[in-house]
């Protein structure tokens, strides 16, 4: 069971939450310090001072004063009108996290509301009732608000949800697990939709998501370096020392640990004296397309833990502040480099993939296949794996350079972040199939070439594939094939092999 507290959630943490269904409390100190903001908060509402959201309308609408009897009236209007989103809905994942996200920033105390609150969204999580939230609507500075309007309209019995496999009205789902719907007080309605919360759940699997696929491209790249009888020494920690940066690094060690044993750290190369860029710089181009990714770990494990709405509770300092902590710019730019950085990756890949189809750059049967011209090999996934970088390369454009503002330009510049972490889940997909394409041809190559003894880490990823995709004799439907082992990559599972080889990877 993952404790809510507002300051200690990791993104191991929540991906227990997220993507294992792993149950959740709400700490009993944070409890504590939630009601005290609350009834700090409900004894400055008794008197006559102008507090934005909660006795006054919304955005550009803030200079209109809204009368105490109609402010719970408020809290709900904010939520249907708000609940805007269009397209299609969020993965269970994602929604799940969003959640977690919501209940551990209010958790902190700053948002105003009370604990039952926060209890109602941990009791879907642990029942499992996940609100329908359109992906698209949010621009990302006001918070997420749309879709975080539709996460809340469930809380209080309105909107639909995915209960038991099937799509039901939240009431319905509420009834069947003895859940009550909550009734919206002052600032309640505007403090669960005044966050970052999509946009950090989304970054929080498109991280998870990419950490593996990274990983395993050193993996694949190292069985491509095997198939082209590719020279050691660029891995060399010498090279590495001179220039340290952490992912360099960490790669060139994990090549050294994946091709230790291999035949061509001993075999004579006198035919070459270094490798073309794609073999030869691994560790500067993956290296620092890591780095991108421990840039956004860091920034999401901040934000994660921090209170995202407005205006925020600070009963200690007798203050009521109204600020922009719901902006998204901080993760949008990390957001926006980590999907460059993912696309290059699947760049550095395709380039390796031509030249192991290609005979002029791998001295091996054209297309990988016996009795070429016949059999047409694995010419054309080079194609599909063109057209995938070329993708990628679109969808690597940052979304974090645009804004339109909204709300008659009260919010003049939006952040666009959550459109660049949507962006970053199609990037990973398109990630995991190029990978795919190039695992294939390396397996073929490295038995082309006639390699009797691969490294001990290539050796696990090539029995790993092998034991479900066989050698390419004769042309054969290869679609399947592709996205089978595009699937192995998303699980993983190869990273646990060689964990339990001890070749495990940084």
């Known amino acids: ?61 803030s200079r209109i004063s809204i009368s105490p009897n109609e402010s719970d009236v408020l809290q709900r209007n904010l939520l249907l009108s708000h609940a805007a989103g269009f397209g299609p809905d969020l993965e269970e994942s994602a929604v799940r996290g969003v959640m977690l996200l919501r209940a551990n920033a209010l958790a902190l105390g700053n948002s105003g509301v009370r604990p039952g609150v926060i209890e109602q969204i941990i009791g879907f ?74 946009m950090a759940a989304l970054g929080i699997l498109g991280l998870a998501r990419g950490w593996r696929l990274i990983q395993q491209a050193d993996v694949i790249a190292a069985l491509s370096w095997e198939g082209l009888r590719g020279l050691g020494d660029a891995f060399d920690p010498l090279i590495q020392r001179a220039r340290p940066h952490p992912g360099q690094q960490n790669v060139a060690q994990n090549l050294r640990k994946l091709i230790e044993g291999s035949e061509n750290l001993t075999d004579n190369m006198e035919d070459k004296v270094q490798d073309a860029y794609t073999l030869r710089c691994i560790p500067q181009v993956h290296g620092a397309s890591r780095n991108a990714l421990e840039h956004l770990q860091e920034i999401l494990l901040c934000e994660i833990n921090s209170a995202t709405d407005n205006p925020l509770i600070f009963h200690e300092e007798d203050r009521i502040i109204s600020g922009g902590n719901f902006h998204g710019q901080p993760l949008a730019l990390p957001l926006d480099y980590v999907g460059m950085a993912l696309a290059e990756i699947g760049n550095f890949s395709e380039r390796r993939i031509e030249r192991l189809v290609n005979p002029a750059l791998s001295g091996l049967p054209p297309f990988l296949v016996e009795n070429s011209g016949l059999n047409s090999g694995y010419m054309v996934i080079q194609y599909t794996a063109a057209s995938l970088v070329s993708e990628n390369k679109v969808l690597a454009g940052p979304a974090s350079i645009d804004s339109i503002p909204t709300s008659a330009n009260q919010e003049d510049h939006v952040s666009m972040g959550t459109i660049a972490a949507r962006k970053l889940d199609q990037i990973n997909t398109n990630l995991a199939g190029i990978l795919a394409i190039e695992a294939l041809c390396a397996c073929q190559a490295v038995e082309l070439a006639g390699i009797s003894r691969l490294g001990r880490g290539t050796e696990k990823m090539y029995n790993y594939l092998r034991e479900k995709v066989p050698h390419l004799n004769t042309d054969r439907q290869l679609s399947t094939e592709i996205q089978v082992v595009a699937e192995l990559l998303r699980e993983g599972n190869i990273l646990q092999i060689l964990e339990e080889a001890r070749c495990g990877l940084e």
């Open 125 to 198: 999580l642990n029942h499992k009732i996940h609100p329908r939230i359109p992906a698209q609507g949010s621009v990302g500075a006001s918070g997420d608000l749309a879709p975080l309007a539709h996460m809340s309209l469930a809380l209080i019995g309105e909107g639909e949800v995915y209960f038991q496999g099937q799509i039901m009205p939240s009431s319905e789902a509420m009834e069947k697990t003895g859940l009550k719907p909550l009734q919206l007080k002052a600032k309640e309605g505007l403090a669960l939709i005044n966050g970052t919360q999509v």
């Open 1 to 61: 069971m993952i404790n809510v507290d507002g300051l200690s959630l990791t993104i191991d943490k929540a991906l227990l939450v997220m993507e294992k269904g792993e149950t959740v409390k709400l700490d009993p100190e944070a409890k504590k310090r939630v009601q005290v903001n609350r009834d700090y908060l409900e004894k400055r509402l008794a008197g006559d001072e102008v507090i934005y959201g909660i006795n006054t309308g919304f955005g550009h609408l």
